[in-house]
């Protein structure tokens, strides 16, 4: 399963600046991986850690702005088409338990 936040931050105050990066630096060192700007997705093995990745956002989520998380399968994920752009290989992208490099 894959886990997708979205989210839309205000930057204008030095404040809303500083909880920007805190929330975005939440994100990537818990294993979220950037799509694009402000969508981060998480690869998960079931529904029992996607309850509790939910619970961490929630305890880390912002004061204001708007996040939203998405959940989808790995056959759902499957079906998705790049219409401009390329898949970035650098990124280890794979719900696979062991990785040799």
């Known amino acids: ?6 989210f ?4 204008i105050s030095l404040e809303n600046q500083k909880e920007y ?4 630096k939440y994100l990537v060192k818990s294993g979220f991986m950037m799509l694009q700007e402000s969508v ?5 093995l079931n ?9 961490n956002l929630r305890k880390n989520k912002p004061p204001k702005g708007l996040v939203q998380i998405l959940t989808i399968t790995e056959k759902q994920f499957s079906k998705s088409e790049y219409l401009i752009g ?7 992208n794979s719900d696979e338990r062991l990785i040799i490099i």
């Open 21 to 24: 990066r805190k929330f975005r």
């Open 47 to 55: 529904q029992t850690a996607v309850s509790g990745v939910y619970d």
């Open 8 to 11: 839309d931050l205000p930057t």
């Open 86 to 92: 390329e898949n970035q290989s650098d990124v280890i």
């Open 40 to 44: 981060y997705c998480k690869i998960v």
């Open 1 to 6: 399963m894959r886990i997708f936040v979205f």
